[in-house]
């Protein structure tokens, strides 16, 4: 048993993050790509098994669990996800599940409580005392997903947009978006529209506006405040919607590259009402449990304070 090794991959619209660790909850070695969501990404799979590739051969490897997003939720898509996993690791005990149900198995500790997602998608994810799930949310960026990244970094275009054309008070955020996008302020439409006709991986790229309009609503600006503030509304609304599953004092976390915002998470905070409980495991740490208990593994303490501490070293090598 000490010998065996688990993998553990963490999918997302923006990033996949495969990790081998060993018996102690040590992380050894990662690979860390681009977004793998087969509702937007034609290339998904190409990018999924690019990063798969350099554990197929591992001699020691007894379990591996896959945590990918829409898994689940279109059932030909879920086939082709379960198909690249059996065809990357044929010999190996193997689990498939959602990206979300996974960060929630690993936030709580396959506990109940209700797990608020914002990541380039956004969902709300709640599983009870009887091990019974429901969820809220994850319809994707047509349909839904407010609250995530892309809705924020859409919401920012939108805002920019229409200050610019003074059907919106000014914002800061307009002369921001301008100048991280390297856009000549003398022609906003054409240095939009150009950025706009260009992206390779729209859903990801404009996501990645989020970060800008949680810096500017830090510094103060109005309309990138209210922003964050509508999103924070958006996220308590998948959070209430699955409250009454879980039972009226039901615990809640967070998960999702959204989250590294302390101004959501506080907003949040605020339109839930009540604190959040501190993630026991980071999504990865989800998958890596999925897998340990795919092989009985009895994890300990200590097992859950190892993946957390050499997963931060993962997350910081993705930054």
Known sequence: MSGELIL???GGGSKVLVALADHSGRILRTSIGGGVNPMDNPNWRQELERH???FRHEARLSAVAA???AYGEVSHLSALQRDAIDQAFPDIPRQVLNDVDAAHQGAFA??????VLSGTGSMSWARNDQGASARSG???????DEG???WIGRQALSLVSQSLDGR??????????LDYLCIDHAAPINGLGAWVSTLTNPRAEIAALSRLVDQVAMKGDEGAAGLVERAADELAKHCRAVAGHC????????AGGTFSSHFLLDALERHIGSPPVQPKLPPIGGALLVAAQRLDWPLEEGWFGQITATAKGCDRASK
């Open 168 to 177: 919106a008070p000014p914002t800061a955020l307009a002369a921001a978006l």
């Open 8 to 10: 553990g991959i963490d």
């Open 247 to 254: 039972g009226p004092d039901a615990r809640w976390t967070y």
């Open 110 to 115: 396959g506990r109940p409580g209700i797990l």
């Open 67 to 69: 945590a990918l997003p």
């Open 148 to 150: 995530s990244s892309h």
């Open 138 to 144: 994850g319809w994707g960026d047509v349909i839904g």
């Open 52 to 54: 798969l590739e350099p």
